[in-house]
């Protein structure tokens, strides 16, 4: 029977009477039966369907960032970079890796954007080695020691606490951190680096934990709650909308 539009089939075989119906899904309930002889084997082929083929291209030269939509202030657009000292090759008997993260403050076209101030907790820059696959060196790699404590949270204020920050669209935030290269800790991925081995500086992202409208001269009145150990997570909401980071350029480097 020809038709103009496709027809779809559908197979159901019902084991105890060894009866197949096939037909149109419209049609099933008036299939017919066939029970097919012991030796004959039946095989139901189901062709290939279209396939998609794509390319990535990775521009390892522009960052990862979002575009500004022209007059919309419904929340900053922020946008990182990673440099690196040295570029492109860290000597082992150096022992040192600068890595500064800059964090900017994209204005609107057109312009109109307001400061905004911010918890600065988690904008930070990860060393990883390449071991057949990409490795955090934060096991092996000499960093601030852990703090463990149960004091009770304290109450602070945005305005005048280190762990927060002010941008004017435009403007740029940054910290800069110095990694040393140790070649005397063991790890259970592979060891300290070693010479020929490559590293990456990598920022992944990050959904701000607390932000506002505003520079921190006008939130010095304004209070948070913080852990004693530092502004790492506050408990008050700040701006309802999530501002996110997003991941910046990775930096490569040889060990040599």
Known sequence: MTTSSPTVFSLTYRRESDMFFSGPVNDIAHGF??????ETKTEVVLPGG???SFTVEDDEDRPIAPTPISGEESHPTLIARIECHPQGQVALQDDLVTVTLRVTYEPLSGGGSRPITFNTAGLDVELW????????????VCRAGWTFCDDPDIQVSPGRHEGFACLRPGETWSQTSRFPLLTDIESDDGGAAQVGEGIRC?????????????TREDHVATTVTIPATGSWTVRERGERLDVIVPAAAPVDLVIV
Do not use: Y
């Not at 039966?33 to 012991?38: E, F, K, R, T, V």
């Not at 080695?129 to 092996?140: A, K, L, P, S, T």
């Not at 990598?202 to 505003?214: A, M, N, Q, S």
């Open 50 to 52: 279209p396939f998609l």
């Open 129 to 140: 080695v390449w071991r057949d696959r990409w490795v955090n060196m934060e096991g092996f």
């Open 202 to 214: 990598l920022f992944k992202g990050l959904r701000l934990d607390w932000w506002v409208w505003g």
């Open 33 to 38: 039966g066939w029970n097919p002889p012991a």
